[in-house]
């Protein structure tokens, strides 16, 4: 009798374990005609939840998800609109899905196709993002190939700039333009950078240090712009490079260090690379006044200082070799707006059903709001 009775309780739990078990589904349905996997919904519901603990208050624990769901963050922060965070996190999941679904169906249109190193360059990157948050991924539900095909997705919009902006494309942008724009709203530098630390023992500069190397790396500036030639690009950075280039040793001598190299480089920068780069107060301002030719040295980080001289990008590259760049540099977020657009116009046939069955709740979050 008691074998029985073990055998029955065993039997009942089964049958509830079993009714209360539900599976993912393989789809949620289609944006237009791109189909939607769930691996690809809970990709977007994840990054949606991040884009909202990226908003949370420093009283507000994005790693207590239930909780965090329920409470209320500002999403403009110039409107000051808010609004609860499973409402963003909806909102958010929708138009990344939309958006993923106009990549796609853009693409298709234009006849792009994905070279294979980009293919290579893509499944490569994602072996590397599940070797680092493979544990993170999986626990959310987001295996390999959803982030290989989100991979893909991001190189197709990066060709859609080319596609849609480029010479050849829907809506090509003239050379004036982009000219124009190059050398208006991005920045050439050549560049020198000096760590605020000794190379060797990572002593950080103190205040006093960091006002010295300063003021030395600013005198070496202004025995640049007393030589300086006033109209060739190539015997500024020789005057620039003769200039700075033995005041280096002086100024690193400060933290009895030495300096790590003595060779200019250059870089083109955008805007949005400036702000992110230069982040102490009014370095980034000092660097975007700079007229071709202007020299200038700033602490630019609290780790590092830089001694920069802005040049004509034309006179560094020719137009071709950057044009990719300031596409992406001058249309990407008009890209951005149209895909936006494009991808809740197309036709809806997404499963309710399906995806109450991966609710926000069931996100797995360890990081925390710092």
Request: hydrophobic content about 40%; overall charge negative.
């Amino acid at each position: 009798m008691k074998k029985r009775i073990l055998a029955l309780l065993c039997a009942l739990a089964l049958a509830v374990s079993l009714a209360g078990c539900v599976s993912t589904p393989d789809t949620v349905g289609t944006i237009g005609n791109v189909e939607i996997t769930s691996g690809l919904y809970l990709l977007a519901q994840f990054d949606a939840y991040q884009k909202a603990a990226d908003k949370a208050s420093d009283d507000q624990d994005a790693s207590d998800v239930k909780s965090f769901l329920k409470a209320t963050i500002t999403t403009d922060e110039d409107s000051g609109e808010t609004a609860t965070v499973s409402d963003y996190v909806s909102q958010e999941t929708m138009k990344n899905l939309e958006t993923f679904a106009a990549i796609e169906t853009r693409f298709e249109e234009l006849g792009g196709q994905l070279t294979a190193d980009e293919e290579s360059q893509a499944d490569s990157y994602a072996s590397q993002l599940m070797d680092q948050y493979g544990d993170t991924y999986k626990a959310n539900g987001i295996g390999l190939e959803t982030v290989k095909r989100f991979e893909r997705i991001l190189l197709k919009s990066n060709d859609l700039v080319t596609l849609i902006y480029g010479t050849d494309g829907e809506t090509p942008v003239s050379d004036e333009e982009l000219s124009s724009y190059l050398q208006s709203d991005m920045v050439e530098l050549a560049y020198y950078v000096v760590p605020l630390y000794n190379s060797s023992t990572y002593a950080f500069a103190d205040d006093d240090q960091k006002a010295e190397m300063l003021s030395l790396a600013q005198d070496a500036v202004a025995d640049y712009t007393a030589a300086a030639p006033a109209d060739s690009t190539s015997l500024q950075m020789n005057a620039f490079a003769a200039a700075v280039s033995p005041a280096l040793s002086g100024i690193c001598a400060v933290l009895d260090d030495t300096p790590s190299s003595t060779t200019a480089q250059t870089e083109l920068l955008s805007s949005s690379t400036i702000d992110s780069t230069f982040t102490q107060e009014g370095s980034a301002d000092t660097i975007r006044s700079l007229s071709f030719g202007q020299a200038a040295a700033v602490q630019y980080s609290s780790y590092a200082m830089m001694i920069a001289l802005r040049v004509d990008p034309l006179d560094v590259s020719s137009l071709d070799d950057v044009r990719a760049q300031v596409l992406t540099d001058m249309k990407s977020e008009e890209l951005q707006d149209a895909l936006e657009q494009y991808g809740a116009q197309l036709p809806h046939n997404l499963s309710t059903s399906a995806m109450n069955k991966m609710p926000a709740k069931k996100i797995v979050n360890n990081s925390t709001n710092s």
